[in-house]
């Protein structure tokens, strides 16, 4: 497992100064395809290059992170809001794009500057992606980003969403309340075959409550947080949730009807979009909660006495 925390400064520094300079490049390259139809022969020759530059840098980026089974969430989380604001533009930018050129390429007679107009588009976003990872690797090997922070929402967390978005249990165990958080966060065998909720918990706990979210390169659409009473036995009031911004994300996904009634796409392919992105999404974090509860049961020996 790589640790992000002893990289080299030189490798940190140098790749992100790369990934900069290929933005800064993807975007000159990328604007120009508005200005003068005479730039369009050296434009059309430049855009291969930039696109498929994309997988060694970007794809660097994304080797590092799965290597070190840390969460993209985790580590893109504590980027500055600025930086947030900025990507979120971005993306709304590249997708718009995406449409336009879609639609401008299926029946134009001379497509090769919508072609590179399209390429460049994805280049720009990629290329800015990974600026952002290469900064966010500078601050981890600084000390700058906490890496194990655990999910907090206190809103949240006092009006939960409706089941089964959000779930309530009370368990019951034997063991004490030091022992109950000393297990939870001890690193869990993989066991064999397992997709979700392979590499255990991470978060925080202490004998008063815990924090926890499942761990692993993969995001957590959910997270648990609960507390402890009593002793001989200890009882565990857990709340098991979705993260408000992953639910928005999906709920986003409903912003592609305008964008595929641009591109021309028939009601077939804003349903696929809809099924898959925002009902697979959602499948795929109850299954996560559901991984979720049976951890937080393994680890502190604990079984279900009621649901509220």
């Known amino acids: 497992m ?22 800064l490049v993807a975007a000159s390259v990328h604007f120009a395809t508005y200005g003068p139809e005479g730039w369009a022969p050296t434009l059309i020759a430049i855009w291969p290059v930039l696109f498929f530059g994309i997988f060694p840098i970007a794809g660097a980026a994304i080797v590092a992170l799965s290597m070190s089974r840390w969460q993209f969430d985790v ?11 900025v990507a979120v533009v971005g993306t709304i930018y590249v997708a718009i794009n995406f449409g336009l050129m879609f639609k401008a390429l299926s029946g134009h007679a001379q497509p090769g500057i919508y072609v590179a107009r399209l390429f460049t588009g994805h280049a720009l976003y990629f290329y800015g992606f990974a600026a952002v990872i290469g900064y966010q690797l500078d601050r981890i090997r600084r000390g700058k980003v906490e890496l194990m ?43 064999p075959f397992a997709f979700i909720g392979a590499y255990g918990l991470r978060g925080e706990a202490d004998p008063e409550a815990f924090r ?39 709920a986003a996904t409903l912003l592609v009807l305008p964008l595929a009634s641009l591109m021309g796409f028939g009601w077939q392919g804003v349903l696929f979009v809809i099924v ?21 049961q393994r680890a502190t020996e604990a079984q279900p006495v009621s649901i509220e």
């Open 2 to 23: 790589l640790d992000l925390t002893k990289l080299p400064a030189a490798l940190t520094r140098g790749y992100t100064a790369i990934a900069v300079a290929a933005t």
């Open 75 to 85: 580590v893109l989380g504590q980027l500055p809001l600025l930086i947030k604001v």
């Open 149 to 191: 922070r655990a999910p907090r929402d206190d809103a949240l967390e006092a009006d939960p969403f409706p089941p089964p978005l959000s779930r309530r249990m009370v368990l019951q165990t034997a063991l004490s309340r030091a022992e109950c958080a000393a297990r939870l966060l001890r690193p869990q065998p993989r066991r």
């Open 212 to 250: 926890l979210e499942l761990g692993g390169p993969r995001s957590s659409l959910v997270y648990a947080v609960g507390r402890f009473e009593g002793t001989g036995p200890t009882f565990i009031r857990v709340l098991l949730t979705f993260k408000r911004w992953h639910l928005i994300a999906i």
């Open 276 to 296: 898959f992105a925002g009902g697979g999404n959602l499948v795929f974090g109850l299954a996560q909660m559901r991984s979720l509860l049976q951890q937080i």
